[in-house]
């Protein structure tokens, strides 16, 4: 933080999204979600940023605050199923598991689920 703070106060620098996406992710990863919730909830809706909170809501299981950041995410339809499936992994790592079902059916319904689940293939290519 004392960078960051540096960074405009002293040098003028204006801090762009990959700043505030590397400051986020290590106060996410840090434990410092409050701190990074502050940062973020009043800026402009990026993906990446959000995505690093979220994150490290699942890392430290921080449901309050994981709930917020699908929420933003969602209601700006950025990201809907990267979203929701973070989500459900903070509701997972909470032990959670009536809320992992809840959130992956509404996900479901709401078409965000059209695809099959990961496939691999090996192909062979004759010599």
Known sequence: MQYFTLMRKQYGLTPDEEHYTCLIDLLGRNGRLEEAWHLVEGMEENHLIWAALLGACQLY??????????????????????ASIALSNVYAA?????????????????????GEPGLSRICTQPH
């Open 61 to 82: 299981e921080n449901v309050e605050i994981g709930k917020k950041v699908a929420e933003k995410l969602t209601e700006k339809e950025i990201q809907i199923s990267t």
């Open 94 to 114: 909470a032990g959670m598991w009536n809320e992992v079902y809840r959130v992956r059916e509404s996900w479901r319904k709401k078409g965000h689920a059209d």
